[in-house]
């Protein structure tokens, strides 16, 4: 009886590590969540910034490809980090998915894992990102006025079609951006490096 439990627990754990390697999906290495959410604010304001500065008071298909250039263009800017080209893509419900693109082909291929995700906290003012592993660190707008912008306007109004309420990351425990310390595995830089 124990050599079958034995067997049993072997051909377990065996199935385990070979689902992990071969079948799982697979993510990246830790990803720095101070600067994703640094690069995001830098991003959301700038960008909103120029279509108010357009007079543009509606965000197309069009725009948001635009958005989503801008966005991937300064989380790849020097100095890096992250050691592979990051992509972006925006999802249906307004998070924003990062992801190592090893071709560097602006789509998430196959074998290209998932690097970190930033998701907007209307109720609280904050953004979120959280890294492949469930670690999460929050960035917190000052005042309302940020969400007023046409196009986190948008962005909120997906939220809202997707089934994502007000409410929905009021019980999110993360890390105040001003307590977050990156992994030693994460190099850092960007616009706010030395703050």
């Not at 051909?11 to 799982?24: D, H, N, R, T």
């Not at 490809?65 to 990051?86: I, Q, S, W």
């Amino acid at each position: 009886m124990f050599q079958q439990l034995k067997l049993i627990a072997f051909l377990a754990i065996g199935g385990f590590v070979a689902y992990s390697v071969f079948l799982a999906p697979q993510d990246e290495q830790t990803a720095d969540l101070g600067q994703v959410l640094d690069r995001t604010e830098f991003v959301l304001a700038n960008y909103q910034g120029y279509l108010g500065e357009q007079g543009i008071t509606e965000v197309t298909d069009e725009r948001m490809a635009e958005f989503t250039a801008f966005y991937t263009e300064v989380l790849n800017a020097d100095p890096r980090f992250y050691g592979k080209t990051l992509g972006l893509d925006v999802q249906p419900d307004a998070s924003f998915l990062g992801f190592a693109d090893d071709n560097a082909n602006g789509v998430q291929d196959s074998g290209e894992g998932k690097v970190f995700t930033v998701e907007i906290d209307e109720e609280n003012n904050r953004l979120i990102a959280t890294d492949a592993v469930g670690n999460a660190s929050g960035l917190r707008f000052s005042g309302t006025g940020f969400l007023a912008g046409v196009l986190l306007g948008n962005l909120i109004n997906r939220q809202r079609s997707a089934g994502v309420t007000k409410s929905s990351f009021s019980n999110r425990n993360v890390t105040p951006r001003s307590n977050y310390r990156a992994p030693s595995s994460a190099r850092s830089g960007g616009p706010r490096a030395g703050k």
